[in-house]
């Protein structure tokens, strides 16, 4: 079985400096840091890896 692996400080603050000047909020999911716009997640980090939520044509 493979240990659950934290969240990268270094890319929670990046990705928290990125989006401070919208508006968003900040929660932590499973104790990683994720942000969300009207209710719905767009951005977070996994482990040492950045995951972003995109529509289908932007991805």
């Given at each position: 079985?493979?240990?659950w692996k934290k969240?990268?400080?270094?890319?929670?603050?990046?990705?928290?400096?990125?989006?401070?000047?919208?508006?968003v909020?900040?929660?932590k999911m499973f104790g990683s840091p994720v942000y969300f716009v009207n209710?719905?997640?767009f951005i977070g980090v996994?482990?040492?890896?950045?995951m972003l939520r995109l529509q289908?044509?932007?991805q």
């Amino acid at each position: 079985m493979t240990a659950w692996k934290k969240a990268s400080e270094e890319l929670g603050e990046l990705i928290g400096e990125a989006v401070s000047e919208y508006d968003v909020e900040f929660r932590k999911m499973f104790g990683s840091p994720v942000y969300f716009v009207n209710g719905n997640m767009f951005i977070g980090v996994h482990g040492d890896g950045i995951m972003l939520r995109l529509q289908e044509e932007d991805q």
